[in-house]
């Protein structure tokens, strides 16, 4: 398959590595991806701050190899110290690009910290550092799994971009009208800033299956059939994958899509798959 549409964002997603040998894994997956020219590499924060210096120093090492990297940061179970503390380490370093996030409270932590919600850390990073930082926030086309109803999650994450996001990338999919009926939604309510749709590469379905549980993607039931008949047969959940996930990513830039943020999960071989079966150029 190949594409002639070139994405005009497009980025990719890493957690931080636990092991010393995960470290050195990561550092050549970024290489193999960072010939694709991506705007920036973000880097995940685990919840509960779990992951607070391990993200730090991932990100540190991104831009100290030239690439612009977005560290996620998520509000739940901080206090308002903890953060100015990040932010003022990010910009001291020229990290400019922020995933602004609530996160989830790590089950046995109980206390929910200074913030509730996403767009209190947008207005908080706004507060604090003025127009320094270029935010990305989350969204649901499928909703979040937590909210009351869909015009309630509608209008939070509205309050995220009114608090002063600047752009916004999305939970990944595979119902492809979810993102076109939410980015109309946002048209009509006048949001103009880019929606860029996350995109989950599949290379095991258990895994699959069980993140789409917990975070409330829904896996088509022509998907689970198929994925399921598959098995343990890695090679043959690998190429369905790769179909169907390209075909998803041509259409959403075919369909008007401002680019693709995609989780890599740390792998590099899926994404260059995608890449390549699109077509799309080595440098953009
Ligand atoms: P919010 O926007 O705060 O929304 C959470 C829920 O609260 C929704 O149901 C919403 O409708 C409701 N809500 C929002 N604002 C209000 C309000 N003011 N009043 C009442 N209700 C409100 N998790 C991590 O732990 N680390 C990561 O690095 C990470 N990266 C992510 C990256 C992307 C692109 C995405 C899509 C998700 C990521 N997550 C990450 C998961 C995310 O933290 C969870 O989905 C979390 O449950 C919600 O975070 P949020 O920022 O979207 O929250």
Known sequence: MSSQIQPQLFSFEFF??????RAIHLKTVQKKLSVLNPDFFSVTFGAGGSTRDKTYETVLDIQKNGISAAPHLSC???TKENIVEILTAYKEN????IVALRGDIPSGMMSAGEFCYANELVDFIRAQTGDFFQIHVAAY???HPQAKSASDDFKNFKRKVD????AVITQYFYNIDSYFYFLDECEKANINIPIVPGIMPITNYTQLFRFSEMCGADIPRWMRKRLEQF???TASICAFGEEVVTSLCQKLLENGAPGLHFYTMNRAK???TIWDNLGFDVAK
């Open 231 to 233: 098995g343990d047969d």
């Open 76 to 78: 739940v179970a901080s």
């Open 16 to 21: 931080p590595p636990k092991t010393k040998e």
């Open 94 to 97: 020229g990290v400019s690009k």
């Open 163 to 166: 608090a002063g996001a600047n």
């Open 141 to 143: 086309p499928e909703i």
């Open 270 to 272: 899926p994404i260059r």
